[in-house]
């Protein structure tokens, strides 16, 4: 499935900002993204909203538009070989006193789908591994406010409910274009691969923030 937004035309050399990520459905990417309107509105952090909502699975690396072209065919083969699966969002998390973010529930696939993909990026791609251990989270405000801010709204959110399940079919590359992260290509995991109990949920959105 090809979900490339339109682009700039721009020097074949020059390097852009790239990361690779789940992007949840609609239904559960708008009210994420309503989280981050009103973390905007109410405590001045519009960093979030740069972005649409995600997991990050391969942390920002820089190639040019020519060089990303054999990424886009590893992400798809990898994609090829891996079976959806079930994820859920339970709470909110914090890295203090920066981040608020959704936390998933502890999820083996998960797990395994950014292990494998980390490594294949490295082998395949010459990605570095990140050398941090994975902290799987979507991010809901970070990065421009100050301490007391995050506080008030840690203070709000911290012990606030937040539910929402969906399946993964999909892992998306985003590219870091006019000042927003978007979406250049969303690559479907098999369904081939899956038993008759799976149901996978509407695709990953290709939206521009």
Request: hydrophobic share 40%.
């Amino acid at each position: 499935m090809d979900n490339r937004t339109p682009r700039r035309d721009r020097s074949v050399g020059e390097q852009e900002r790239w990361f690779v990520a789940i992007v949840p459905p609609d239904g559960v990417g708008d009210r994420v993204t309503a989280l981050k309107q009103d973390c905007a509105d109410r405590f001045g952090t519009r960093q979030a909203l740069k972005s649409p909502p995600h997991i990050t699975l391969i942390p920002p690396f820089e190639r040019s538009m020519a060089a990303v072209k054999p990424i886009r065919q590893v992400l798809a083969d990898f994609a090829r070989e891996r079976s959806p699966f079930a994820l859920r969002l339970d709470g909110f998390g914090a890295f203090v006193p920066r981040v608020l973010f959704l936390r998933p529930a502890a999820n083996p696939s998960l797990e395994i789908l950014r292990a494998d993909l980390a490594d294949r990026c490295q082998t395949d791609c010459q990605i570095p591994r990140e050398t941090r251990p994975f902290h799987a989270h979507m991010t809901v405000a970070f990065r421009d406010w100050e301490p007391a801010q995050f506080h008030a709204a840690w203070a709000e959110f911290g012990d606030c409910p937040f539910l929402a399940d969906f399946m993964v079919d999909h892992i998306v590359l985003l590219c870091h274009r006019d000042r927003c992260w978007q979406i250049d290509q969303a690559f479907r995991l098999s369904s081939d691969l899956v038993g008759p109990d799976h149901h996978p949920d509407t695709p990953a959105r290709a939206v521009t923030p």
